[in-house]
């Protein structure tokens, strides 16, 4: 195995997802979303580990995501969280798949999918209420929820919102998303719609609006040890179960005015020891952390100099003299002492933890610790 892996803590991820249950307490399930291969941590061993952790709900983008994890034998309810095209409906039909859907076009395609075949597809309605991306305008709810009362092969079994900005220090947007939501559910019971699952919470709703719990939550980034305001932002129950590391391929001695990598962006400032990794942008290390990252090596910050290549990186270990071949280097955890989190990454490129975790590429192995007995036990 090549020495660049993702190390996956399945111990973390039991002990986020225990978390995330005792919040949300016992009136609501939990929904493990494991979408974009489980954020780069791998949906499938993610999705046992959280099972057996507690969740009893599993949460996908497109229904080709939910293919490995039936193919791996998880029966539990699986939704689709985004919607779909006609020509996926057959898919979601043959894994038995609950499917959100934002227009009732798409429930009249899962029903021609499923009626043939004497299957129900369980559909979710997606109320818009200000995330301004997809779902039902809420006056328009009643009528859809009708529509597809009409249908034979579906079914509707929940109604869903989806917050723009729950992780915000001012709740004020998002408890107006949840009063339209709930004007909307009140609606739809006067209708005689009913009784559906009621689910709004991301990971920001589940920690910070209580009100928003509901019969189910659907935390995401918080699962991976993540915290969902990123930043300096933590919570010491949440674990990262997340660490990138390699090993030194190299070491050379880099002389005053000697360049480094592609356009000579980086020359020596004084004799410099440069320590090459083999990963690169290819692996998902962005190239705009070219001269900006660092690296843990011997517990130590080694930063990054000269321009990320596609399969290598140069850091500079001058204040590590001992640097050799083989030494460990970590990208994204902790080694002794320091961390360098995915959060800190993210704040370098401008971004959040969520994509700098899911763009670690498919040709990094991801290597994974087991659940110890304990690794759920602790309060939250």
Same mark, same amino acid.
Not at 50 to 66: D, I, Q, S
Not at 74 to 93: C, K, N, T
Not at 183 to 194: H, I, K, P, Q
Not at 275 to 304: E, M, N
């Given at each position: 195995m090549r020495p660049t892996v993702a190390e996956i803590d399945l111990g973390a991820i039991a002990k986020n997802v225990a978390c995330a249950a005792r919040r949300a307490g016992p009136a609501a399930a939990v929904m493990a979303v494991v979408k974009a291969d489980g954020y780069g941590h791998g949906a499938v061993p993610v999705a046992r580990t959280a099972l057996a952790a507690g969740a009893t709900w599993l949460g996908v983008a497109m229904p080709e995501e939910a293919a490995p994890l039936r193919a791996a034998g998880l029966g539990r309810r699986i939704l689709v969280l985004g919607p779909i095209a006609p020509e996926q409906a057959e898919l979601?039909?043959?894994?038995?798949?609950? @499917?959100?859907? /934002?227009?009732?076009? @798409?429930?009249? &395609?899962? =029903?021609?999918?499923? =009626?043939?075949?004497? #299957?129900?597809?369980?559909?979710?309605?997606? *109320?818009?209420?200000?995330?301004? #991306?997809?779902? *039902?305008?809420? $006056?328009?709810?009643? +009528?859809?929820? =009708?529509? *597809?009362?009409?249908?034979?092969?579906?079914?509707?079994?929940?109604?869903? /919102?989806?917050?723009?900005? &729950? $992780? &915000?220090?001012? @709740? !004020?947007?998002?408890?107006? @998303?949840?009063?339209?939501?709930?004007?909307?559910? $009140?609606?739809?019971?006067? &209708? +005689?719609? !009913?009784?559906?699952?009621?689910?709004?919470?991301?990971?920001?709703?589940?920690?910070?609006?209580? $009100?928003?719990?509901?019969?189910?939550? #659907?935390?995401? *980034?918080?699962?991976?040890?993540?915290?969902?305001?990123? !930043?300096?932002?933590q919570d010491p129950e949440l674990a990262p179960a997340l660490r990138l590391r390699t090993a030194v391929s190299q070491v050379k001695d880099v002389p005053r005015g000697g360049s480094v990598s592609y356009g000579r962006t980086f020359i020596a400032p004084r004799d410099t020891r440069v320590a090459t990794l083999p990963l690169g942008y290819a692996d998902g290390v962005s190239r705009a952390l070219s001269s900006r990252g660092q690296v843990l090596i011997r517990g130590r910050r080694a930063p990054i100099v000269g321009r990320v290549c596609m399969d290598m990186l140069m850091v500079d270990a001058t204040t590590i003299p001992e640097v050799g071949i083989g030494d460990e280097a970590v990208l994204i955890g902790r080694q002794g002492d320091l961390e360098i989190s995915a959060d800190e990454v993210a704040g370098l490129l401008g971004t959040i933890s969520y994509e700098v975790l899911c763009r670690i590429g498919p040709r990094v192995p991801r290597v994974y610790l087991p659940v110890r007995p304990d690794a759920s036990g602790s309060a939250c």
């Amino acid at each position: 195995m090549r020495p660049t892996v993702a190390e996956i803590d399945l111990g973390a991820i039991a002990k986020n997802v225990a978390c995330a249950a005792r919040r949300a307490g016992p009136a609501a399930a939990v929904m493990a979303v494991v979408k974009a291969d489980g954020y780069g941590h791998g949906a499938v061993p993610v999705a046992r580990t959280a099972l057996a952790a507690g969740a009893t709900w599993l949460g996908v983008a497109m229904p080709e995501e939910a293919a490995p994890l039936r193919a791996a034998g998880l029966g539990r309810r699986i939704l689709v969280l985004g919607p779909i095209a006609p020509e996926q409906a057959e898919l979601v039909v043959s894994l038995g798949l609950d @499917q959100c859907v /934002t227009d009732p076009g @798409q429930a009249e &395609a899962l =029903a021609r999918a499923a =009626a043939p075949r004497g #299957r129900v597809v369980p559909l979710h309605l997606k *109320i818009e209420t200000g995330m301004g #991306r997809v779902g *039902i305008a809420p $006056e328009r709810a009643p +009528g859809a929820a =009708a529509r *597809i009362a009409a249908l034979s092969g579906v079914r509707l079994d929940g109604v869903m /919102t989806h917050f723009a900005e &729950a $992780e &915000a220090d001012d @709740q !004020g947007f998002t408890r107006a @998303q949840l009063a339209a939501f709930t004007r909307t559910l $009140e609606a739809l019971r006067a &209708a +005689g719609v !009913g009784p559906v699952l009621r689910h709004a919470a991301n990971s920001a709703g589940l920690l910070y609006v209580p $009100e928003a719990r509901l019969d189910l939550v #659907r935390p995401g *980034i918080m699962l991976y040890g993540c915290h969902p305001r990123g !930043g300096g932002h933590q919570d010491p129950e949440l674990a990262p179960a997340l660490r990138l590391r390699t090993a030194v391929s190299q070491v050379k001695d880099v002389p005053r005015g000697g360049s480094v990598s592609y356009g000579r962006t980086f020359i020596a400032p004084r004799d410099t020891r440069v320590a090459t990794l083999p990963l690169g942008y290819a692996d998902g290390v962005s190239r705009a952390l070219s001269s900006r990252g660092q690296v843990l090596i011997r517990g130590r910050r080694a930063p990054i100099v000269g321009r990320v290549c596609m399969d290598m990186l140069m850091v500079d270990a001058t204040t590590i003299p001992e640097v050799g071949i083989g030494d460990e280097a970590v990208l994204i955890g902790r080694q002794g002492d320091l961390e360098i989190s995915a959060d800190e990454v993210a704040g370098l490129l401008g971004t959040i933890s969520y994509e700098v975790l899911c763009r670690i590429g498919p040709r990094v192995p991801r290597v994974y610790l087991p659940v110890r007995p304990d690794a759920s036990g602790s309060a939250c």
